[in-house]
């Protein structure tokens, strides 16, 4: 437990190349990305890093990326959820019902779908904070009483959605224009938030950095917002799903970064009796995080359900594993207390870009389990490594 | 404050639970079981233990299942397995223990449901392999549609409507032995042709557990790899198809692109009276059922059985009895002559989605 107390406090340790040992993780990470794009390039013939396959890949991304987002949080907070996979199911078979069979419209029925992942975190939020029963233990219950959940309403049918609109939701591109607008504000955003900062900074006198120095800063984050549009537009422009993604881990990340529910979750997972003792409430703050990511989940499901074109009752089967592995890739600690939100969702673009490069290069599906099954324990045995290290 | 939360999460639970129980009696009342045999005239009782219900086909293999059975007043009892080994080999031991005369057995897997016929016959209850061909020589038989005419009637039809081009090769899941035999099947059919280069096979996969969602994502990757230049997607099944679509749909392909599949399932129908799926197999599930009650019941009384073939099993080389059914294709042609007039699917389903000037005349 001792290494997240440099979280809660704020300061971390600096190694030899003076950066942020999270940094540095963030760095290594990327550059492993790189290395897995750069070789598929290669293998798959100059096929990998086509506009088209990277738009693509952001679009196999963003189910579990979403679900990543949310995931993270509990996995921050100390806890685990294993119905994720089944939820999605649920939500997704709920919404279908609501839109094709009962003829609800669009808005309810979604609005639907995130109201029972809601509900469903709040049921296992509860019973794991207020009963104390281990979060393993009632989202492992949950991940086989809400599968049946859905195979009864869906009398294990698949239920097709026909209506473009609803499909757009997983199908569609935002038109390239407005992709450019909304690369501005994003890039008006980013500078705002430099200038806010070397503000705060010349307020409490906190930092020594110079305002050059926090200007230059903003042109990485800068570049990667223009590459992402103009690679995006390339092709045909932001998918919906992916833009639905960005738009979660922003949220995700102002959440875990920037108020104080988030920042009590690193605390809550770090060291709960700590936590509690400095008047944290703990139970309630668990409560949120499951409502939190059962949401999501509603989110992901509308998406999931939408690109396959129908609501299958074994939709979203392991769908937890791969959001649990990706978070872990990404550099979270299943002991709670660490993890980042830029982490998990580098970690699910990792994830599928291994699934969409070896599709590509036509790997048997035996090899491909057995190739992920094993860089899932060789990233984190580097990770760990590479902490000792330090 | 404390105390309130509990007494509040305590209701919660209370609830959850109620739904919980409420959900499964409707179920029950939904599958009709019949009232446990104190039955004087000591009917024949026939245990039916299933692999999954997941599909909407075993749901209608379920219900056809018990109808015959109420009708040729015989009692039967059913478990469903939900995918699992180890639940369905304690399911046939509960159905021993219940005194079943006759076992009918859908195997989840084929090579462990071999030790449930052991069991079953050390018993003396005749086995009755449902379906999928269980890896044991001691079945009594083996009731079935002809799986091996499905690879190849789903690769002819391809072949004959697209004699060149590139083709995309869908496979189902690779722990599943219909998926193997089907894909032996289209190989051998597309042999010739991808021998002498009219057909190039750009990508082939099988798919983890024949999900929609795996598939949507190789042809997606397929169409990149190869620049939208593919002619026709041969899929094992329906589910698989719906992910092709939703992938060609992208692409403006659907409807240009020949897409197969298996199982006639509603949504599956709908796409094919839209034309965006081209065909499906379709495989009539009741006279499967009915088949299957009236061989257990020739079982059950030691009669001999009509209409069975010997049947050689790949894995042994041996011969078990076998009653095999006919398949049937089914397309945008013959949609009204197969499945809307067997009553397997309703005319306004199949063609909801198909304005009404443009629909055929019922």
């Known amino acids: 437990m001792s290494e997240n107390k440099d979280f809660v406090l704020g300061e971390e340790k600096k190694n030899t190349f003076n950066l942020q040992t999270s940094t540095l993780r963030a760095y290594t990470m990327i550059g492993a990305l790189a290395l897995i794009w750069i070789y598929f390039h290669w293998a798959t013939g100059s096929i990998f890093l086509t506009p088209r396959n990277l738009s693509n890949l952001m679009l196999q991304t963003s189910v579990t990326g979403i679900l ?10 100390g806890q685990i959820d294993l119905s994720v996979g089944s939820v999605l199911g649920l939500a997704g078979g709920i919404a279908a019902i609501c839109f094709t069979n009962l003829d609800y419209g669009l808005a309810p029925s979604i609005l639907a779908a995130i109201a029972v992942g809601v509900v469903i975190g709040i049921i296992q939020g509860s019973l794991t904070a207020y009963l104390n029963i281990p979060a393993f233990i009632v989202t492992l219950g949950g991940l086989l009483a809400w599968r049946g959940a859905v195979k009864g309403i869906t009398r294990s049918e698949t239920i097709p959605i026909a209506d473009p609109t609803f499909k757009s939701f997983g199908q569609s591109y935002i038109p390239p224009n407005i992709g450019w607008i909304l690369a501005a504000l994003a890039i008006l955003f980013v500078v705002f938030m430099a200038f806010k900062s070397i503000k705060a900074q010349k307020k409490f006198g906190s930092g020594g950095t110079n305002p050059t120095n926090e200007l230059l800063k903003t042109l990485l984050p ?15 422009g932001v998918p919906i799903p992916v833009l639905i993604l960005l738009a979660v881990a922003l949220l995700g990340y102002f959440i875990t970064n920037h108020t104080t529910f988030g920042r009590y979750l690193y605390a809550i997972g770090g060291n709960a009796d700590a936590a509690r003792l400095s008047g944290i409430n703990n139970k309630l703050n668990i409560l949120k995080v499951f409502a939190l990511l059962g949401a999501l989940t509603g989110i992901a499901s509308i998406i999931f359900t939408a690109r396959v074109g129908s609501a299958a009752p074994d939709a979203g089967t392991l769908k937890e594993l791969d959001a649990i592995a990706a978070c872990v890739i990404g550099g979270a600690s299943l002991m709670g207390g660490r993890g980042t939100i830029f982490g998990a969702c580098l970690g699910a673009l990792i994830m599928a870009s291994l699934d969409n490069g070896m599709s590509l290069l036509n790997v048997r ?26 | 404050m404390k105390n309130s939360m509990k007494v509040f999460v305590l209701l919660m639970c209370a609830l959850f639970f109620m739904a919980c129980v409420g959900a499964p009696n409707e179920q029950t009342s939904n599958s009709g079981k019949p009232p446990t045999a104190n039955d004087p005239n000591k009917k024949i009782k026939i245990g039916f233990a299933m692999d999954t219900l997941k599909e909407e086909r075993w749901v209608r293999d379920k219900d056809a299942f018990e109808a015959h059975c109420k009708q040729l007043n015989v009692e039967c009892v059913i478990t469903v397995a939900d995918n699992k080994s180890e639940k369905q080999a304690n399911d046939v031991d509960n159905l021993l223990t219940q005194g079943v005369n006759v076992l009918v057995i859908a195997p989840h897997d084929a090579t462990q449901a071999a030790s449930m016929v052991e069991k079953a016959k050390a018993q003396g209850v005749p086995v009755i392999s449902y379906d999928r061909l269980i890896n044991s020589d001691k079945i009594d038989l083996y009731v079935s ?8 009637k789903i ?5 004959q409507k697209v004699p060149k081009g590139n083709y995309v090769m869908v496979y189902g899941a690779s722990t599943d032995n219909n998926a193997v035999i089907m894909q032996k099947e289209q190989i051998s059919v597309l042999k010739a042709a991808t021998d002498s280069g009219d057909i190039k096979i750009v990508a082939n996969q099988f798919i983890t557990d024949w999900k929609p969602e795996e598939a949507l994502k190789m042809v997606e990757n397929a169409l990149t790899q190869n620049n939208d230049k593919i002619d026709a997607v041969v899929v094992s099944n329906d589910g698989m198809a719906g992910g092709v679509i939703s992938a060609l749909e992208k692409r403006g392909l659907a409807g240009k692109v ?3 599949g298996q199982d006639a399932q509603k949504e599956a129908l709908q796409r094919i009276a839209q034309g965006k799926q081209t065909m499906t197999i379709y495989k009539p599930i009741i006279p499967l059922a009915n088949k299957a009650v009236e061989a257990a019941i020739s079982l059950a009384k030691k009669e001999p059985l009509t209409g069975a073939q010997p049947f050689r099993k790949d894995t042994s080389g041996k011969d ?12 945008k042609d013959n949609l009204m002559t197969t499945v809307i007039k067997d009553g397997f699917a309703k005319f306004e389903d199949v063609y909801a ?7 055929p005349k019922q």
């Open chain 2, 353 to 359: 989605n198909v304005p009404a000037d443009q629909r």
């Open chain 2, 155 to 159: 690769a002819e039809y391809a072949l």
């Open chain 2, 258 to 260: 020949l897409v197969t």
């Open chain 1, 365 to 390: 599906d035996f090899m491909q389990e057995i190739i992920k099954g094993s860089i899932l324990v060789a990233a984190v045995g580097l990770d760990m490594a590479g902490k000792k290290q330090n």
């Open chain 2, 320 to 331: 078990v009895p076998a009653i095999l059914l006919e398949v049937v294709v089914v397309d």
């Open chain 1, 68 to 77: 990543a987002v949310g995931m993270l949080m509990i996995i921050v907070a």
């Open chain 1, 222 to 236: 800068i570049g990667a917002i223009v590459g992402f549009i103009y690679v995006m537009n390339a092709y045909a």
């Open chain 2, 145 to 152: 549609h002809q799986v091996p005419v499905i690879g190849r």
